[in-house]
């Protein structure tokens, strides 16, 4: 098998995951590292033969951009004290724990090259938290939580990695130094991230065709993690701003099939993206073989000894985080997303599991400082992050279902069913006052407004049931199950003429151009019901 049969195992296994694991009730994310781990262990299988340095730059931007999407500026800045503690402190505090720990159990490693190993295992992976996350019908505050942490965490651990690789280097290191490059970085990364977000919103607003403007999605969150680094700015951060300033921007309430065609896009390559990391980060086991060779006893209990300080460390700074901030919460009054429980907290600690970024900083790490001499304990570094990404993301990851099951922790449905009816409403207010500015400008005929008011009103009803009486919605009921009728016999006039259209294709002198053209048609008036 070669390196491309290789990566078209990985696209195809990143599709059969997510269907088994709906059916196993497990995360597609740890089913394709455990079928990495498979992979590796057959003779057959090559070694992964990607440049390190490439693999953040390919992975990270476009599984970024698909997460950032799902949110807004609004949550982060509502929960802002709750990212800070996860995302900020306690990746400093992972780091600091890791450092210390490793600097005194592993041989060979110096200061810098622990605080290098800190920092790399210390950020908690943002796909599979919210990959793990979202499948399990987790409350939203907890998912927005989690989703914060995923996304930001990863800057201040990068930031953290470069200045550690580069004192293990060069031999150098300064506190003053570190401190400048991190807020450099941020600076520079928001920067970026802002100036292109507002170039692609009017470039898309030029290229006018949905096919063109999902092509230049798919192009800015590389772009914009490129240009973050070459000046020296983070390019997760910057990617994270791009995604949520054009998140906030570029929406055109007509645009519907851009929205719905971009939609399934991105679903697309969040799906493949996803799947391959994940392969390659189960697929990296033979690196942890290579160096555990012959001292296994000894490299097991060192793994051992960091994944309980990772893990630790999470429940130690979480209990007393969660606290504070419900503390805050409550006497600031303040609109933001907390832990509302220590089942919560509970949830939350187990939810931080490793995976892209660890392995690809890992495997980023130099062969040789400044010097000419090896790069101190690079093989145990290596096997050390790999350890604690099986423990936090296998076994973390396979147990989360059944620790959610057994704490109870859901999402609040009625709050969620009171959200719904709330926006239902406000559309069907919006959809009337519409057709009054309608029927003051246009002469329209009694009928037509008597129907076009029900529809309006059907507007909101649809949505949600709830906020109508128990007599209107008797009527709303027999209106919809009409239109249900109307739309299946629409429905299958449609698919008839599809079919006749489809058909016309393969007949001598049809020029396929037209027949598309009108295929398109057909579909676009399947797709608005009309």
């Known amino acids: 098998m070669d390196q491309l049969a290789l990566l078209f195992v990985l696209l195809l296994g990143a599709l059969v995951t997510v269907p088994l694991g709906d059916r196993l009730g497990l995360p597609p994310p740890v089913l394709m590292t455990i079928g990495g781990i498979v992979l590796a262990l057959l003779p057959f299988v090559p070694n992964i033969d990607i440049p390190p340095e490439y693999i953040l730059p390919l992975v990270l931007p476009p599984l970024l951009y698909a997460t950032a999407q799902r949110t807004s500026w609004r949550q982060f800045a509502a929960n802002r004290r709750p990212i800070f503690l996860l995302a900020v402190a306690l990746v400093f505090v992972t780091t600091a724990a890791v450092a210390a720990v490793a600097n005194a159990i592993v041989p060979g490693i110096s200061v810098a090259a622990a605080v290098a190993l800190g920092a790399l295992v210390a950020p908690p992976?943002?796909?599979?938290?919210?990959?793990?996350?979202?499948?399990?019908?987790?409350?939203?505050?907890?998912?927005?939580?989690?989703?914060?942490?995923?996304?930001?965490?990863?800057?201040?651990?990068?930031?953290?990695?470069?200045?550690?690789?580069?004192?293990?280097?060069?031999?150098?290191?300064?506190?003053?130094?570190?401190?400048?490059?991190?807020?450099?970085?941020?600076?520079?990364?928001?920067?970026?991230?802002?100036?292109?977000?507002?170039?692609?919103?009017?470039?898309?607003?030029?290229?006018?065709?949905?096919?063109?403007?999902?092509?230049?999605?798919?192009?800015?969150?590389?772009?914009?993690?490129?240009?973050?680094?070459?000046?020296?700015?983070?390019?997760?951060?910057?990617?994270?701003?791009?995604?949520?300033?054009?998140?906030e921007y570029i929406h055109d309430p007509d645009d519907v099939l851009g929205r719905l065609a971009g939609h399934t896009f991105w679903e697309v390559v969040d799906t493949l993206v996803t799947g391959v990391?994940?392969?390659?980060?189960?697929?990296?086991?033979?690196?942890?073989?290579?160096?555990?060779?012959?001292?296994?006893?000894?490299?097991?209990?060192?793994?051992?000894?960091?994944?309980a300080v990772v893990v630790g460390v999470r429940l130690l700074w979480l209990l007393p985080a969660a606290w504070v901030t419900k503390k805050l919460h409550k006497r600031l009054d303040v609109d933001?997303?907390?832990?509302?429980?220590?089942?919560?907290?509970?949830?939350?600690?187990?939810?931080?599991?490793?995976?892209?970024?660890?392995?690809?900083?890992?495997?980023?790490?130099?062969?040789?400082?400044?010097?000419?001499?090896?790069?101190?304990?690079?093989?145990?570094?290596?096997?050390?992050?790999?350890?604690?990404?099986?423990?936090?993301?296998?076994?973390?990851?396979?147990?989360?279902?059944?620790?959610?099951?057994?704490?109870?922790?859901?999402?609040?449905?009625?709050?969620?069913?009171e959200l719904e009816r709330q926006l239902a409403a406000r559309a069907a207010r919006a959809a009337r006052h519409r057709l009054l500015e309608i029927v003051e400008a246009e002469d329209l005929p009694e009928d037509m407004m008597e129907?076009?008011?029900?529809?309006?009103?059907?507007?909101?009803?649809?949505?949600?049931?709830?906020?109508?009486?128990?007599?209107?919605?008797?009527?709303?009921?027999?209106?919809?199950?009409?239109?249900?009728?109307?739309?299946?016999?629409?429905?299958?006039?449609?698919?008839?003429?599809?079919r006749e259209v489809i058909a016309a294709r393969s007949e001598p002198g049809t020029d396929p151009e037209v027949v598309d053209r009108v295929l398109r048609h057909l579909d676009e008036r399947t797709l608005r019901g009309i």
Not at 126 to 138: I, Q
């Open 125 to 247: 992976d943002p796909v599979a938290a919210t990959s793990v996350a979202g499948a399990l019908g987790l409350p939203r505050r907890l998912v927005s939580i989690l989703e914060g942490e995923g996304l930001f965490n990863d800057v201040t651990a990068i930031v953290l990695y470069h200045v550690a690789i580069a004192a293990a280097v060069g031999g150098s290191f300064s506190l003053p130094r570190a401190a400048a490059e991190l807020v450099l970085s941020a600076v520079v990364a928001v920067a970026v991230g802002l100036g292109l977000g507002w170039a692609a919103r009017r470039l898309m607003n030029v290229l006018g065709d949905a096919t063109l403007q999902i092509g230049l999605t798919l192009l800015v969150p590389f772009v914009s993690y490129v240009l973050a680094e070459e000046f020296k700015g983070s390019g997760v951060l910057a990617v994270l701003t791009t995604a949520l300033y054009l998140a």
């Open 277 to 307: 990391a994940f392969g390659l980060v189960g697929l990296e086991l033979h690196n942890a073989i290579s160096t555990a060779s012959g001292r296994w006893a000894e490299m097991l209990g060192i793994g051992g000894i960091v994944v």
């Open 336 to 417: 933001e997303e907390i832990l509302m429980s220590w089942r919560e907290t509970v949830v939350t600690w187990w939810s931080g599991m490793r995976g892209v970024a660890t392995v690809a900083l890992a495997l980023a790490i130099p062969l040789h400082k400044e010097d000419g001499t090896g790069f101190p304990a690079r093989g145990e570094i290596l096997f050390i992050a790999f350890a604690v990404i099986i423990v936090t993301l296998v076994a973390q990851g396979l147990t989360l279902p059944w620790l959610v099951r057994v704490l109870g922790v859901s999402a609040d449905t009625d709050e969620s069913r």
């Open 451 to 498: 129907m076009l008011g029900r529809r309006a009103y059907d507007i909101g009803a649809r949505i949600s049931p709830d906020m109508v009486d128990e007599e209107r919605r008797e009527a709303h009921a027999q209106r919809v199950e009409r239109l249900r009728i109307l739309h299946r016999v629409q429905a299958e006039l449609l698919s008839a003429a599809r």
